[in-house]
């Protein structure tokens, strides 16, 4: 059998935006920018970050005219296509954070992020949004030596940012197989901090809650460009329907944001794959677990992500063709079957029990990735512009902490919020084609070989990673 072969499933759903919104129907699209408009606040981007910031600007300020600029349809894009981690990683480098304002700076960010959590739960509790949320944390395993290695210096590391010994720990041997029974599994580690949710419920439901407080969300309006203040004139966002002014416009467009005029090389597209099986029986489930609901994630350099559903399937993801050339992105979310093969083969690693198990839908979409790897707030007063993320596949929880960071920042705020380290950074560009793309192309060839060499029995970190990690800055 050739890696190319998709083994037990003849056909299977590709693409259709994702799964989630499969299972949740597509919604019914809202009008499009009837024509030119002016407003306080001009969001561009109708995912969770421009959701969650229209919606934390709505509710402090209700008198506010915020308009809501969206391609498609609003959770279209990454919102509506991830893992579904509400988690308290921090996207990006700690240490990086800690030389712009120091060590106790990213320990406040890293609380800050474990409140955000709580605070997502909350939200969704008082407006009603079913998202399937249940905060079961996250169990990171580890299947080979150099994996164990990983996984025991991050935990020492983590404990020096915020993690206390209850945030973080082991697991005993025993507690793994009451957890959670991944085969071929040396150790595991856990942390509480995290839930799991139905990403396109949370996006829908939170679009409808900022709906209602009179935020207008336009669909099917492309945005072109966006201009600062100059000469007098507002901030604008120049659309296929018409020109939006603003006193601010914020673009939160995370991976698309190659396709507003002049920002193509400032934050990659990296595309992230995944495949859910169908739903599997108890008879499945008792050699598994998994009674917790918790994530699942290992501590690969080409690492998976993986719940399980709602409705008892296993929805698992990972890098698949990892970007295109000149920062393109398939925005129907259709996935390569050989990468849908590699995700099943590592079902079928990691679960023996649900090695039959038929694969019903393939997905993939995109994460913004800034050229240092760690994420971004920031508003310029003088020009209007504001922008947030940069997520590197830590997004979910970040877009509410993003959300409020920026209303804080919009409404003139001093806040513990605007005071957190990822406020204001400038990053440096990527580099131009065809470099951008071979770069990219390498690094996951390394990391892919890395993967490879370690789970030959290679005991520490291969010098593959090393490589990669020095190649690509993080």
Same mark, same amino acid.
């Given at each position: 059998? !050739?890696?190319?072969?998709?083994?037990?499933?003849?056909?299977?759903?590709?693409? /259709? %935006? #994702?799964?989630?919104?499969?299972?949740?129907?597509?919604?019914?699209?809202?009008?499009?920018?009837?024509?030119?408009?002016?407003?306080?606040?001009?969001? %561009?981007?109708?995912?969770?970050?421009?959701? @969650?910031?229209?919606?934390?600007?709505?509710?402090?300020?209700?008198?506010?005219?915020?308009?809501?600029?969206?391609?498609?349809?609003?959770?279209?894009?990454?919102?509506?296509?991830?893992?579904?981690?509400?988690?308290?990683?921090?996207?990006?480098?700690?240490?990086?954070?800690?030389?712009?304002?120091?060590?106790? #700076?990213?320990?406040?960010?890293?609380?800050?992020?474990?409140?955000? +959590?709580?605070?997502?739960?909350? %939200?969704?509790?008082?407006?009603?949004?079913?998202?399937? +949320?249940?905060?079961?944390?996250?169990?990171?395993?580890?299947?080979?030596?150099?994996?164990?290695? &990983?996984?025991?210096?991050?935990?020492?590391?983590?404990?020096?940012? *915020? @993690?206390?010994?209850?945030?973080?720990?082991?697991?005993?041997?025993?507690?793994?197989?009451?957890?959670?029974?991944?085969?071929?599994?040396?150790?595991?580690?856990?942390?509480?901090?995290?839930?799991?949710? $139905?990403?396109?419920?949370?996006?829908?439901?939170?679009?409808?809650?900022?709906?209602?407080?009179?935020?207008?969300?336009?669909? !099917?309006?492309?945005?072109?460009?966006?201009?600062?203040?100059? *000469? *007098?004139?507002?901030?604008?966002?120049?659309?296929?329907?018409?020109?939006?002014?603003?006193?601010?416009?914020?673009?939160?467009?995370?991976?698309?944001?190659?396709?507003?005029?002049?920002?193509?090389?400032?934050?990659?597209?990296?595309?992230?794959?995944? +495949?859910?099986?169908?739903?599997?029986?108890?008879?499945?489930?008792?050699?598994?677990?998994?009674?917790?609901?918790?994530?699942?994630?290992?501590?690969?350099?080409?690492?998976?992500?993986?719940?399980?559903?709602?409705?008892? &399937?296993?929805?698992?993801?990972?890098?698949?063709?990892?970007?295109?050339?000149? !920062?393109?992105?398939?925005?129907?979310?259709?996935?390569?079957?050989?990468?849908?093969?590699?995700? $099943?083969?590592?079902?079928? &690693?990691?679960?023996?029990?649900?090695?039959?198990?038929?694969?019903?839908?393939?997905?993939?979409?995109?994460?913004?990735?800034?050229?240092?790897?760690?994420?971004?707030?920031?508003?310029?007063?003088?020009?209007?512009?504001?922008?947030?993320? /940069?997520?590197?596949? !830590?997004?979910?929880?970040?877009?509410?902490?993003?959300?409020?960071?920026?209303?804080?920042?919009?409404?003139?705020?001093? #806040?513990?919020?605007?005071?957190?380290?990822?406020?204001?950074?400038?990053?440096?560009?990527?580099?131009?084609?065809?470099?951008? @793309?071979?770069? %990219?192309?390498?690094?996951?060839?390394?990391?892919?070989?890395?993967?490879?060499?370690?789970?030959?029995?290679?005991?520490?970190?291969?010098?593959?990673?090393?490589?990669?990690?020095?190649?690509? *800055?993080?």
């Amino acid at each position: 059998m !050739s890696e190319n072969d998709f083994p037990r499933t003849p056909a299977f759903a590709n693409g /259709g %935006v #994702s799964f989630w919104y499969r299972q949740a129907g597509l919604p019914e699209g809202r009008p499009a920018l009837p024509g030119p408009r002016e407003y306080d606040v001009c969001i %561009v981007g109708g995912g969770y970050t421009g959701l @969650w910031t229209a919606y934390y600007l709505k509710k402090a300020r209700p008198d506010l005219r915020i308009a809501i600029l969206e391609r498609e349809f609003a959770g279209f894009g990454a919102s509506g296509r991830n893992g579904g981690w509400l988690s308290a990683e921090i996207a990006g480098s700690k240490r990086r954070y800690a030389q712009r304002l120091g060590r106790e #700076s990213v320990v406040a960010f890293q609380q800050a992020m474990m409140a955000a +959590i709580d605070e997502v739960i909350g %939200v969704c509790d008082r407006e009603g949004i079913d998202a399937d +949320i249940v905060k079961g944390g996250i169990t990171h395993v580890a299947t080979n030596p150099a994996q164990r290695r &990983r996984l025991h210096a991050a935990l020492k590391e983590d404990r020096g940012w *915020g @993690w206390g010994e209850e945030d973080l720990y082991l697991l005993s041997r025993d507690e793994r197989e009451e957890r959670l029974r991944v085969a071929g599994t040396l150790e595991a580690a856990h942390t509480p901090h995290c839930a799991r949710i $139905q990403p396109a419920k949370l996006a829908q439901g939170l679009a409808g809650a900022v709906e209602r407080l009179g935020v207008d969300i336009f669909e !099917s309006t492309t945005v072109t460009e966006i201009r600062p203040r100059r *000469g *007098g004139a507002p901030a604008t966002a120049v659309t296929d329907r018409g020109e939006v002014t603003a006193e601010y416009v914020i673009r939160a467009t995370e991976g698309f944001t190659a396709g507003i005029a002049g920002q193509r090389r400032q934050w990659l597209p990296m595309n992230s794959s995944m +495949i859910v099986t169908e739903p599997l029986g108890e008879d499945v489930w008792k050699h598994i677990g998994w009674h917790g609901r918790e994530l699942l994630g290992d501590t690969a350099h080409a690492y998976i992500y993986a719940q399980r559903t709602a409705d008892d &399937r296993i929805a698992i993801g990972g890098r698949g063709v990892p970007y295109r050339f000149g !920062s393109r992105w398939d925005d129907r979310g259709t996935t390569h079957p050989q990468t849908a093969a590699a995700l $099943q083969r590592m079902i079928t &690693r990691l679960f023996p029990a649900a090695a039959d198990a038929r694969i019903d839908h393939a997905w993939c979409g995109v994460l913004g990735v800034p050229r240092d790897w760690c994420s971004v707030v920031d508003l310029d007063r003088s020009t209007g512009l504001g922008k947030a993320g /940069g997520y590197v596949g !830590s997004g979910v929880t970040t877009t509410n902490l993003a959300g409020r960071t920026l209303a804080d920042l919009v409404l003139g705020e001093d #806040s513990e919020l605007t005071q957190l380290p990822w406020v204001g950074r400038q990053v440096r560009q990527w580099e131009p084609e065809p470099l951008r @793309w071979m770069g %990219v192309q390498l690094i996951y060839a390394l990391y892919r070989t890395a993967d490879r060499r370690e789970n030959d029995r290679l005991t520490g970190t291969s010098g593959y990673a090393r490589l990669a990690d020095l190649i690509s *800055g993080r």
